[in-house]
C-alpha cells in the first residue's frame, strides 16, 4: 500500500550477555571502559537463572520473528510488560541499535523521544539543542526559526531558555524535548514511557498535542505503561511479549487481552512508571480488592470495591493527616466521578503511625460493563502530595442486574439506575 511508512518483517534481536555489542556506540564504550576498569557493565542484563555465573556465549532475543505495518497518520500503542521488547524496538525503528535480521522500511524523518537525555548535548542550551535537532531531521534554518518560539512556549522553559540543558531538572528537560520532537514537524514520531516524567497537566497536553500531529497526516508510535492513555489515543495496539507479537487489534480489545489473561501481580510493576516528577513516593503499593480482601480486578454490576494503598511518610514527616482521592475513568469515557476526604471528611487516623493502608469502599458499585481505570493520590489539607494514574484497573462484567434477561445498555453511559416505576390512571379517560 501507498500510504505505509513503516514495515516491519520478521525483525529479530539478539543479545550476547557478557559481550560488549549493545548496537550503540555509547553503550559498547560503557561496557568496554567498565571492563578495563575492572567493573560491572552498566549495560549487562539481569540473571534470572539465579546463578552468579554466566555462560559468556549465552543468549538473549529481545524481539523475535515481528512483523507489521503502520500507515501514515496513524497513532499505533506498543504495550507489554517490563523486558517484553517494547524499547528495543523502537531502538531499532530509530536507528538507535540495528537488527540482528529482519528488515525495516521506513519513508520519512523520524523525531524520537525514549529517554530522558536523547538527542540533546548537556553542554548547550536549549535553544542550541532545538537548532540541532531541527539540523539532525534535516530543517533549514528559516524553518526552525518559524517554530522556535511555539516550541519555547509550548515546553514552558522561556527564563530558562538560553542555559545548558544539564542544568535543567528532568521535568523540563522532557518538556522541552518533547516539545522540540513534535513542532519540528517529522513525518513519525515515536515516544517513549519517558513523558512519565513530567506533571499531570503537561502529560495532558503531550497528548492533545500528539493527537494533533497524527490528525495533520504525521504518523506516532506510542509505548505506554498508562492504558488509560493508550485507549484515549490509539485505535490500535501491538501486545508484545517476551519478544513476540502476542496481539494486533483494536485497542480495547488488546488492553483486555493483556489485563485479564493473567493475574497482575502489582507487587511486579514499577510505580515510577505511574507517577509523575514532582511527586514524592509516600504511596508504597495499591491495590483492587474486592468485600472479602481478596486481590480481584472483575467485578459483577453492583459488587462492592475496595481500593487500598499503602503510605509511608518516613521522607516526608510533616504529613500529619493523610488526605487520600480516587478518580475513576472509563476506558472510553473519560473521567466518571471522583471522591476524596477533603470533600467526605477524615477517617480515623492515629499520628503516631507513619505508614499504614487507606482503604476506600465503594459499595454496590453503580457502574455497567466495561474497562476503569483508578487514579489514586495521597495528599494533607492543602496539597496533593503522591499520585498513580493508570495503574489501578477493573472490569465490570456483563450482569444481569435486573433479573430480566437483559444487560444494561454500555454504550449510552457508564452507570446503571434502580428505578421504581408506577402507573397513575387518567381518570378523565377512563370510558
Known amino acids: 500500500m501507498s500510504d505505509i511508512v513503516i514495515r516491519v518483517e520478521n525483525l529479530s534481536k539478539e543479545y550476547r550477555l557478557g559481550d560488549i555489542g549493545h548496537g550503540s556506540l555509547h553503550r559498547d564504550m560503557q561496557s568496554w571502559w567498565a571492563r578495563i576498569r575492572g567493573k560491572d557493565d552498566p549495560n549487562s542484563r539481569i540473571d534470572t537463572s539465579g546463578s552468579a555465573k554466566r555462560n559468556k556465549n549465552e543468549s538473549f532475543w529481545a524481539l523475535r520473528d515481528v512483523s507489521f505495518d503502520v500507515c501514515q497518520g496513524e497513532v499505533l500503542g506498543i504495550i507489554g510488560k517490563n523486558g517484553a521488547g517494547k524499547s528495543t524496538l523502537l531502538k531499532i525503528l530509530s536507528r538507535i541499535t540495528a537488527p540482528t535480521t529482519g528488515t525495516i522500511k521506513i519513508k520519512g524523518r523520524i523525531a524520537s523521544l525514549l529517554e530522558v537525555g536523547t538527542g540533546f548535548h548537556p553542554e548547550l542550551t536549549g535553544r542550541d539543542n532545538i537548532y540541532l535537532n531541527g539540523s539532525i531531521l534535516g530543517m533549514k534554518k528559516r524553518e526552525i526559526d518559524a517554530k522556535f518560539d511555539e516550541i519555547v512556549k509550548f515546553a514552558e522553559v522561556e527564563k530558562f531558555i538560553d542555559t545548558p540543558v544539564k542544568r535543567y531538572s528532568s521535568g523540563m528537560y522532557v518538556r522541552l524535548a518533547f516539545a522540540v520532537a513534535a513542532h519540528l514537524e517529522p513525518e513519525i514520531l515515536i515516544i517513549d514511557e519517558v513523558l512519565a516524567v513530567g506533571d499531570a497537566d503537561f502529560q495532558k497536553k503531550c497528548l492533545g498535542k500528539m493527537g ?220
Not at 217 to 224: D, H, K, M, P, Q
Not at 379 to 400: H, P, Q, R, S, V
Open 212 to 431: 494533533e500531529v497524527a490528525k495533520g497526516g504525521r504518523t506516532v508510535l506510542f509505548v505506554s505503561h498508562n492504558m488509560g492513555a493508550v485507549q484515549n489515543l490509539c485505535p490500535k495496539t501491538i501486545l508484545l511479549d517476551k519478544g513476540n507479537i502476542k496481539a494486533y487489534s483494536i485497542t480495547n480489545n488488546v488492553i483486555e487481552e493483556y489485563l485479564f489473561s493473567k493475574k497482575i501481580d502489582y507487587n511486579t510493576i514499577d510505580l515510577q512508571n505511574h507517577r509523575p516528577s514532582w511527586a514524592i513516593p509516600i504511596i508504597k503499593s495499591a491495590r483492587i480488592l474486592d468485600k472479602n480482601g481478596k486481590v480481584v480486578n472483575s467485578f459483577p454490576i453492583g459488587a462492592d470495591i475496595i481500593i487500598e494503598l499503602f503510605f509511608n511518610v518516613d521522607t516526608y514527616p510533616k504529613l500529619k493527616v493523610p488526605v487520600m482521592g480516587v478518580v475513576i475513568n472509563h476506558s472510553t469515557f473519560g473521567a466518571v466521578t471522583a471522591v476524596n476526604t477533603r470533600m467526605t471528611g477524615h477517617f480515623s487516623y492515629e499520628s503516631s503511625c507513619s505508614s499504614g493502608f487507606i482503604r476506600c469502599t465503594i459499595e454496590q458499585t453503580p457502574f455497567v460493563q466495561g474497562l476503569y481505570y483508578v487514579d489514586v493520590w495521597l495528599g494533607d489539607d492543602k496539597m496533593d502530595l503522591d499520585t498513580l494514574t493508570g495503574y489501578l484497573f477493573f472490569n465490570i462484567e456483563a450482569t444481569d442486574i435486573y433479573k430480566s434477561g437483559r444487560i444494561p445498555f454500555s454504550d449510552l453511559g457508564v452507570i446503571y439506575l434502580k428505578p421504581s416505576w408506577q402507573f397513575i390512571p387518567d381518570s378523565r379517560s377512563v370510558l
